[in-house]
């Protein structure tokens, strides 16, 4: 009864977004350039209600989860290809072993830098309240914290949202409940399994700082660690935080009353400085509900890109990841064929780029460059510096910062053309 509970509780949050839908339908423009194709339909067997963002591997398929369905209900891991081909590669079983693998995985995965992917469930057996996963392309998986929740949950409970990994190598996430003050917190865990709480929310009367985290962490290029809060700040209607890689936590911004806090779909950053995302809701109640994939510059110029039918799948309630073929990628929550949701890819005409992990390192690092197409690459430079590198695979290079290295893009020349990174390498 409790994992029904939570899943309700999770999909009356996601529509309380809905006031987007006013901004995300008034002055839009239509292109009608773009290509939106249906990737899979699941049918309950392979999963169900994908709600979370995908990750592409250095194996150049992506993955992600469903928080439904598979062998056992509880839940899926799953890979699919670019074109299409899907693979299951693990359903949860919370009925085993008094559900030590956890359930109910609403957050998506991070591929960390020794190969293997990391996640949370938001569910698992009665005195635990989530735990942390590590699992290998192949499928076998290891849990590595099992948040305690006998008379109160110390360390968190209900893990909903991702990890990040930080340049220093930690995996960083949160709970939207549990800790010192039953409001949720932010955790430090290490790859091997070692957990650290490194913040409890609603720490100061009024909680100012604000409480219930559910978005995953971002870490920006000065180190620190970014993210929203569903409740507290001034007005009580959430925040947006920074917090140190130590558990150092500054509240930059409290949202208005009438503010709607995007945790459940955030906002992608494109080459061209537009933002992609979703949005979903009603404009009344007997209207019919509108769902579109849209595109905003930082001046505010909106741009419808797609509009949803049932066949496509309905609420993306993820946000949207950019592969390095140019294209973005994501799931639905509900419909498609079989009305258990859907993946789906939208192109819109951007070019190849090539993505590193980590964002960081100092001369001599290691670094995994990720692309759609390397065969044959001659070059690789950072901002201009050459470095020595491999050709793993028609997907992935290997290589290390090199001397002389400064902060800037890396690019690659390959056969087909010159690929620059999505985002500046930074060497500190």
């Known amino acids: 009864m409790k994992r029904i509970v939570n899943t309700l509780d999770k999909v009356n949050r996601r529509q309380r977004t809905g006031a987007v839908l006013l901004l995300c339908a ?13 990737l899979h339909s699941f049918d309950g067997s392979d999963g169900a209600w994908p709600g979370a963002p995908l990750t592409q ?42 559900c030590a693998d956890g359930a109910t995985p609403f957050a998506g995965l ?19 309240d989530g735990t942390v996963f590590k699992i290998t392309a192949s499928g076998v998986l290891t849990t590595l914290y099992a948040f305690p929740c006998q008379s109160d949950c110390p360390d968190g409970a209900g893990p909903y949202a991702g990890l990040v990994q930080a340049s220093n190598g930690y995996l960083y996430g949160t709970t939207g409940a ?40 971002v870490q920006a290029s000065n180190g620190d660690l970014y993210g929203t809060t569903l409740i507290g700040g001034d007005q009580n209607s959430g925040t947006v935080f920074k917090i140190t890689p130590s558990g150092t936590l500054t509240t930059l911004y409290s949202f208005a009353r009438k503010a709607v ?34 595109k905003i510059t930082p001046t505010g110029t909106l741009t419808t890109l797609h509009t949803f039918d049932t066949t496509d799948g309905w ?3 993820a946000g949207l990841f950019q592969a390095t073929n140019g294209d ?35 001369t001599g690092a290691f670094v995994e460059i990720l692309g759609s197409d390397l065969t044959g690459a001659t070059s690789v430079t950072f901002n201009g510096t050459a470095a020595t590198f491999t050709v793993v695979s028609r997907t992935l290079i290997t290589t290390s910062v090199p001397a002389g290295a400064t902060t800037g893009k890396i690019e690659v020349v390959t056969p087909g053309g010159r690929l620059s990174s999505n985002k500046s390498f930074v060497v500190p």
């Open 328 to 362: 973005f990628y994501g799931t639905t929550y509900y419909s498609g064929v079989n009305n258990a949701g859907t993946v789906f890819s939208l192109s819109v005409g951007l070019a190849p780029f090539v993505m590193t992990r980590p964002a960081s390192g100092e």
């Open 178 to 217: 549990g800790g010192t003050n039953s409001y949720g917190t932010v955790f430090r865990i290490a790859p091997s399994g070692a957990l650290a709480k490194l913040y409890s929310f609603c720490a100061q009367s009024g909680c100012p700082d604000g409480g219930e985290p559910e978005g995953t962490l």
């Open 261 to 294: 806090v995007p945790t459940a779909k955030p906002l992608t950053r494109v080459l061209s400085r537009a933002l992609m995302g979703t949005c979903t809701g009603q404009r009344n109640s007997a209207e019919t509900a509108l769902v579109v994939i849209f």
């Open 57 to 98: 591997a250095t194996n150049g398929s992506l993955y992600g989860t469903t928080q439904e369905g598979g062998t056992h209900n509880d839940g899926t891991v799953f890979e699919i290809s670019p074109g299409g081909a899907f693979k299951t590669v693990y359903s949860f079983l919370c009925l085993l072993s008094g």
């Open 315 to 317: 609420q993306p309630a």
């Open 110 to 128: 991070v591929q960390a830098t020794n190969g293997d992917f990391y996640g949370t469930t938001e569910a698992a057996a009665a005195s635990i």
């Open 26 to 38: 008034a002055a839009t423009i239509v292109l009608p350039a773009q290509t939106f194709t249906t």
